[in-house]
């Protein structure tokens, strides 16, 4: 008899960046051309200092940029950021809102992505979208504001927990957080091809 499949960590909505993109693909682009370059003229007299200062640019630029990314599950809201990955049991959110980042409360902490946002102005005039429906037409911030919350409702409802009580607080493994590996390396690698450029 084959074994019952959990799908706990099937993608049920993933949701794409407001803002941060171009910014972040131009950077990468400079560094890199500024890399390459810099390696073509080194024997010229470039400066190694500068190549490994847009190396470690280039590394960063795509860790806080481009790397970062939000999506939900049956369980949980996943958000990974520059150097690590935190998944939040959607039924422990407490509090959640779409303002410059989305900042939600889970686990007597607060927690943040820079995924999806307003703009400052936008944000300051934004209603808290606790209840509606989403509908075609609506600002993206607002669609993904109202989305987490249906799905954060559901989990609510299918763990038989109130918003603020006891039972919610009491939830085990409310946030899981892992240390991601590939930008850390990257980011140490860049690093130490920069100083190493100092004394060459």
């Known amino acids: 008899m084959a074994p019952l499949q959990d799908h706990s960590d099937d993608v049920v909505e993933r949701f794409h960046p407001t803002s941060g993109q171009v910014t972040g693909w ?7 051309v500024v890399v390459l370059a810099g390696l073509a003229y080194l024997d010229a007299g470039f400066p190694p200092w500068v190549v490994g200062l847009a190396l470690l640019v280039g590394v960063l630029a795509w860790a806080a940029m481009l790397r970062p990314a939000l999506w939900a599950t049956d369980e949980h809201l996943v958000m990974r950021n520059l150097v690590e990955t935190v998944h939040i049991r959607l039924a422990a959110v407490e509090e959640m809102a779409v303002r410059q980042v989305l900042a939600v409360r889970a686990g007597d902490r607060r927690w943040v992505s820079t995924v999806v946002g307003r703009s400052w102005r936008k944000a300051i005039t934004a209603r808290p979208s606790a209840s509606g429906e989403a509908r075609e037409g609506m600002a993206y911030a607002d669609f993904v504001e109202t989305r987490l919350y249906d ?18 607080l009491a939830l085990p493994d409310a946030v899981r957080r892992t240390r991601d590996r590939l ?7 860049a690093t130490l091809v920069l100083v190493v450029t100092f004394f060459v």
């Open 26 to 32: 131009l950077a990468v682009v400079g560094s890199a």
């Open 151 to 168: 799905l954060v409702d559901q989990a609510r409802r299918a763990e038989g927990v109130r918003p603020g009580s006891k039972e919610q």
């Open 183 to 189: 930008p850390l390396a990257l980011i140490a690698g």
